[in-house]
Nanobody, 126 residues
Framework: QEKLVESGGGLVQAGGSLRLSCVASGFILGHFAVGWFRQAPGKEREGISCISNKDGTSYYAESMKGRFTISSDIAKNTVYLEMNSLKPEDTAVYYC???????????????????WGQGTQVTVSS
């Protein structure tokens, strides 16, 4: 059964860093794209970044450039999101999702994503 599991969330002080992990089971991430999204309380879910594991290209939402870095380890079937200089407004549930299509380029339209993880909570204190 296809499944994505996020981990690495937690409580961090403003200015700190976290690295989130997204591990896939039931399918090989190296064939597809993975995106990271987040949803803050009372707000709509927003896209952060995605990476095509077929060619390694990545894309970032304009507002997410600079502090977030997406990467993957195909051998571990894992995609990461490195988050630096965290701010209280980064507090949200963070989700990873897999796009199993052959579209090009991949983007951050959540309707394009086929499988979603359960999310991991990130809380940034001031």
């Amino acid at each position: 059964q296809e499944k994505l599991v996020e981990s690495g969330g937690g409580l961090v002080q403003a200015g700190g860093s976290l690295r989130l992990s997204c591990v896939a089971s039931g399918f090989i991430l190296g064939h597809f794209a993975v995106g990271w999204f987040r949803q803050a309380p009372g707000k709509e879910r927003e896209g952060i970044s995605c990476i095509s594991n077929k060619d390694g290209t990545s894309y970032y939402a304009e507002s997410m450039k600079g502090r977030f870095t997406i990467s993957s380890d195909i051998a571990k079937n894992t995609v990461y999101l490195e988050m630096n200089s965290l701010k209280p407004e980064d507090t949200a549930v963070y989700y990873c999702a897999a796009d199993l299509s052959t579209r090009s380029p991949y983007g951050l339209d959540e309707w394009d994503y086929d499988y979603w993880g359960q999310g991991t909570q990130v809380t940034v204190s001031s």
